[in-house]
């Protein structure tokens, strides 16, 4: 099967791969996971494996013959549940799937990344473990090895725990992408808190702190919320006026978040 480069297929080939991908998801019989383009099926077959439950969804129809076929049996057995969708159309409830209740495990198209961190990490309908092939420089990025935090590292800090699992080279795929690729773990996802409880202006906040680059926390603060306010805001939590946003950690974004 020829991959689309319209809808970003890059098939996974690697078993070494495969296996760290299935292992960090801690996966049971008990167990639903919501797999975002099963593409041939390679990964789909590890899940199956298992004893979860799957949830395949599937936007190339040209793939979907092909995956009844390989899975004709999982199908019948209602181990494996096969879904002709683009994954940004996803019917949570007609699917039954719950909050907080599946494991969303993928290889997923790097274009779709965000999108995906946004509707499901971040979403109303949260995995209780996240296990994703990503690009890895947005890996790296996420999990903040530098100690530098970004937009996207807090945006997933702020429901569940990130870990790079491992690293995936660009020749474990077809065909082969122009980067290097790693398995990074979600964990404990839980429903974010204050980051949730009034997520617009938990990332207002978190787009005003990183407004200008240049700029320091207190003056980008300061734009929106005024001087005196930010003073107050950087009183309370101990930050020197040096500080850039980047510096500060998810646990202190949140506080900041209730106070404004």
């Given at each position: 099967?020829?991959?689309?480069?319209?809808?970003?297929?890059?098939?996974?080939?690697?078993?070494?791969?495969?296996?760290?991908?299935?292992?960090?998801?801690?996966?049971?019989?008990?167990?639903?996971?919501?797999?975002?383009?099963?593409?041939?099926?390679?990964?789909?077959?590890?899940?199956?494996?298992?004893?979860?439950?799957?949830?395949?969804?599937?936007?190339?129809?040209?793939?979907?013959?092909?995956?009844?076929?390989?899975?004709?049996?999982?199908?019948?057995?209602?181990?494996?549940?096969?879904?002709?969708?683009?994954?940004?159309?996803?019917?949570?409830?007609?699917?039954?799937?719950?909050?907080?209740?599946?494991?969303?495990?993928?290889?997923?198209?790097?274009?779709?990344?965000?999108?995906?961190?946004?509707?499901?990490?971040?979403?109303?309908?949260?995995?209780?473990?996240?296990?994703?092939?990503?690009?890895?420089?947005?890996?790296?990025?996420?999990?903040?090895?530098?100690?530098?935090?970004?937009?996207?590292?807090?945006?997933?800090?702020?429901?569940?725990?990130?870990?790079?699992?491992?690293?995936?080279?660009?020749?474990?795929?077809?065909?082969?992408?122009?980067?290097?690729?790693?398995?990074?773990?979600?964990?404990?996802?839980?429903?974010?808190?204050?980051?949730?409880?009034?997520?617009?202006?938990?990332?207002?906040?978190?787009?005003?702190?990183?407004?200008?680059?240049?700029?320091?926390?207190?003056?980008?603060?300061?734009?929106?919320?005024?001087?005196?306010?930010?003073?107050?805001?950087?009183?309370?939590?101990?930050?020197?006026?040096?500080?850039?946003?980047?510096?500060i950690d998810i646990e202190t974004w949140?506080?900041?978040?209730?106070?404004?």
């Amino acid at each position: 099967m020829k991959a689309k480069k319209s809808l970003g297929q890059n098939f996974l080939h690697s078993k070494s791969a495969l296996f760290a991908i299935v292992k960090a998801g801690e996966l049971s019989e008990t167990d639903t996971v919501l797999e975002i383009g099963p593409g041939t099926g390679m990964l789909t077959r590890e899940l199956l494996k298992t004893g979860a439950k799957v949830i395949a969804i599937e936007k190339d129809r040209d793939l979907i013959p092909i995956l009844e076929k390989e899975f004709d049996t999982e199908i019948k057995n209602k181990k494996l549940f096969l879904i002709h969708e683009d994954i940004l159309d996803l019917d949570f409830k007609k699917n039954k799937i719950k909050d907080l209740n599946y494991k969303l495990i993928a290889n997923i198209p790097y274009y779709l990344t965000g999108i995906i961190f946004r509707n499901f990490i971040g979403g109303e309908v949260k995995p209780s473990r996240a296990v994703l092939l990503v690009q890895k420089e947005v890996a790296t990025r996420i999990v903040a090895r530098d100690k530098k935090e970004s937009i996207l590292s807090l945006s997933v800090k702020a429901f569940g725990q990130p870990k790079i699992i491992s690293k995936v080279a660009r020749t474990a795929f077809r065909p082969k992408p122009n980067v290097d690729s790693a398995v990074l773990l979600v964990q404990n996802i839980t429903s974010g808190g204050e980051a949730s409880a009034n997520k617009e202006r938990f990332f207002e906040l978190l787009h005003a702190g990183f407004a200008h680059k240049r700029k320091r926390l207190f003056s980008n603060l300061a734009e929106v919320f005024g001087k005196e306010k930010t003073n107050e805001i950087f009183l309370k939590n101990n930050l020197d006026e040096n500080t850039r946003a980047e510096d500060i950690d998810i646990e202190t974004w949140k506080r900041i978040a209730k106070e404004v």
